[in-house]
C-alpha cells in the first residue's frame, strides 16, 4: 500500500526560507507525478508545485519564481523549497501522489496523500 509522509512545515517568520519533505512507500516511485497541494483554514485544498518524472515541473502563480519543487528518485522523495514566504502562505501543505506521465492539478486525479504538515509564516 502506498504511504506518503511528509515533514519539514514550522512557524517562520516573514521573507523566511523553508523546505518540506515528502517520502513514498509501497510502490515504484517513478511510476508517479509528485505534488504539493495547501489548504488554509476556511479555504479549499490549493495546487501549489508537481513534477513529473522526467522533471517536468509546473507551479501555481501564487508561488512562481519563490517556491522550487524537486525529487529524488533514488530516494523515493519529493521535496518543496520555499523561499520569501508570507502571510498567505500560512496553511497546512499536503503531498500527492498520482499514478502517470502528466501534470494536472486538481485534487481529484490524485490517488495518494499525506497526511500534511503545517507551516505557519508570521508577519
Same mark, same amino acid.
Given at each position: 500500500? !502506498? =504511504?506518503?509522509?511528509? #515533514?519539514? $512545515?514550522?512557524? !517562520? =517568520?516573514?521573507?523566511? #526560507?523553508? $523546505?518540506?519533505?515528502?517520502a513514498l512507500t509501497g510502490d515504484t516511485f517513478s511510476?508517479?507525478?509528485?505534488?504539493?497541494?495547501?489548504?488554509?483554514?476556511?479555504?479549499e485544498r490549493e495546487f501549489v508545485a508537481a513534477i513529473t518524472n522526467k522533471e517536468s515541473k509546473y507551479y501555481a502563480d501564487s508561488v512562481?519564481?519563490?517556491?522550487?519543487?524537486?525529487?529524488?528518485?533514488?530516494?523515493?522523495?519529493?521535496?518543496?523549497?520555499?523561499?520569501?514566504?508570507?502571510?498567505?502562505?500560512?496553511?497546512i501543505y499536503y503531498c500527492g501522489a498520482r499514478y502517470g506521465l502528466m501534470i494536472v492539478t486538481t485534487t481529484s486525479s490524485y490517488n495518494y496523500w499525506g497526511q500534511g504538515t503545517q507551516v505557519t509564516v508570521s508577519s
Open positions: 500500500q !502506498v =504511504q506518503l509522509v511528509e #515533514s519539514g $512545515g514550522r512557524l !517562520v =517568520q516573514a521573507g523566511d #526560507s523553508l $523546505g518540506l519533505s515528502c511510476n508517479y507525478v509528485m505534488a504539493w497541494f495547501r489548504q488554509a483554514p476556511g479555504k512562481k519564481g519563490r517556491f522550487t519543487i524537486s525529487r529524488d528518485n533514488t530516494k523515493n522523495a519529493v521535496y518543496l523549497q520555499m523561499t520569501s514566504l508570507k502571510s498567505e502562505d500560512t496553511a
